[in-house]
């Protein structure tokens, strides 16, 4: 009878430890803005651990789990995509850091929503919300943005693990929808141009 619990227990942890499995993501690409007119000036990128460590977990049935790495995803589409904006980034461990910038930009992650669908010939949809906190040197914050961006694909009667491209393509394009939004409204912003 101990030797049947045992058992019992060793499979279901394999059950569990087997059913979990971490979206793949391609790196976010450098997006295509136009017309942007960039800064001057160096500015810090500050993403907090946190941030970059974010993962979203969706149960796709009563024993799979699904994780989408979303916050190394924002992490990586910021480092690449906040150059477009301003003449130099710098990666800072902090809002107080000792190089020379003229602004701290800290992004966050207000919501992150997939939906995966029944039946499965209904779209794979996404949506993020991005914000942009952006700091002076003394802390003071200077400007703020909030900005969503949604998206949806379809590709035929894909489900299961031949469906998971089709779940990382809608995410993207939502974190891009976003991102593109954050990069105009940074370029724009009149609170930052008067600051210079």
């Not at 009878?1 to 059950?15: A, E, G, Q, W, Y």
């Not at 943005?145 to 779940?167: C, V």
């Amino acid at each position: 009878m101990k030797c049947v619990r045992i058992t019992f227990v060793v499979l279901s942890l394999f059950v569990i430890a087997g059913c979990a499995t971490q979206l793949e993501m391609n790196p976010p690409p450098t997006l295509d803005v136009e017309d942007i007119k960039q800064h001057p000036y160096a500015v810090g990128l500050y993403i907090p651990m946190g941030l970059k460590e974010r993962v979203f977990s969706v149960n796709t049935s009563p024993f799979d789990v699904l994780t989408y790495p979303i916050g190394q995803q924002t992490a990586l589409a910021f480092q690449k995509n906040t150059p477009l904006v301003f003449k130099k980034v710098i990666d800072v461990d902090s809002r107080n850091p000792p190089q020379k910038v003229k602004f701290i930009l800290q992004p966050s992650i207000v919501k992150f929503s997939p939906t995966i669908p029944h039946p499965a010939y209904n779209p794979y949809m996404a949506t993020v919300v991005y914000k942009i906190d952006v700091f002076d040197r003394s802390g003071k914050k200077v400007y703020t943005q909030t900005a969503a961006g949604e998206a949806q694909t379809s590709k035929g009667l894909l489900s299961g693990f031949s469906a998971l491209g089709l779940l990382a393509e809608a995410a993207q394009m939502a974190m891009d929808k976003a991102m593109k939004q954050i990069l105009e409204g940074l370029a724009t912003a009149e609170e930052l141009k008067a600051l210079k």
